[in-house]
């Protein structure tokens, strides 16, 4: 197994790689990033599969994303044994860039199936789904963890070896930097997305005739969006915004925004007065 710190490629990038990068970027932040990315990476390093993890000296590893060319991705199947039979406690592939110790810095690594860190590994992971070779670049994150991007190659005929090597080190650094902040962004979305499920269930529960639409805008309303952020968030008039609104409204038996928030915030005097103030003001809407 070789590892090293990435500087200037010692040649040109070809346009392939700037191609490959090219879809990595334009999938970021987008749901179907890891399948979109895995499209761009195949054409240049010829790989089948790729997966995103964190790792800890003390605790077990996580699992960001993967992808497969194959109809069943199984990187989720190889990790689910990395996790489990705790093979991440003996997996010396890494300690490049442990060693290294530099947050942020990007370390890559290419490892051949014959190269794993335990027979383990290798038997029950590489040889068990035709893998044949890794190349990762990881890094040393400010948390204590280390998040590593590595890319398995399933052909050998297919840009295997000191070329796959290369190619992916033309890219290993932005790669690395663009998947961190496609993590982050969708970490960060997950823990700001509002209204929790708990609310559309607490809607639902008290009336299950409200349709997805109505349940769609009370939420929004629950979150202090005005009628026409609700009508730019769901692409809808602001017309069929309070029609939505009123239907919701008929069904659960109230009449103000006020009611609204009573039955599902519980709010405090003060902002029940300032709530009943503003439905005063807009009755006639």
Known sequence: ????????????????????????????????????????????????????????????????????????????????IYRDRRLYLRDSSFEAVR?????????????????????????????????????SVARAEPDGSLLAVNAYSHDAARCSGQAMAER????????????????????????????????????????????DRELDVLERLLQGITYDGIAADMRLSVCTVKTYRARAFERLDIHFKSELFALFVAPTHGTRRAANARDRSTRST
């Open 168 to 211: 992916f080190g033309d890219i290993a650094s932005t790669l690395i930097a663009a998947v961190a902040r496609h993590v982050e962004w969708t970490a960060t979305t997950a823990a700001s997305a509002s209204p929790a499920p708990s609310t559309r269930d607490a809607l639902r529960s008290r009336c299950p005739a409200l349709t």
């Open 1 to 80: 197994m070789n590892s090293w710190g990435l500087g200037h490629a010692a040649h040109t990038p070809t346009y392939d790689t700037h191609a490959a990068m090219a879809d990595v970027v334009d999938a970021m932040g987008r749901d179907h990033f890891a399948s979109s990315a895995l499209t761009g990476l195949s054409r240049v390093l010829g790989i089948g599969s790729w997966s995103v993890y964190r790792l800890w000296r003390d605790r077990p590893p996580v699992m960001h994303l993967s992808a497969s060319r194959d109809a069943v991705d199984t990187t989720g199947e190889c990790f689910s």
């Open 99 to 135: 060693r290294d110790g530099v947050t942020g810095r990007a370390v890559m690594l290419h490892m051949r199936a014959d190269e794993a860190p335990s027979t383990e590994h290798r038997d029950a992971i590489y040889r068990s789904h035709g893998m044949v070779e890794r190349v």
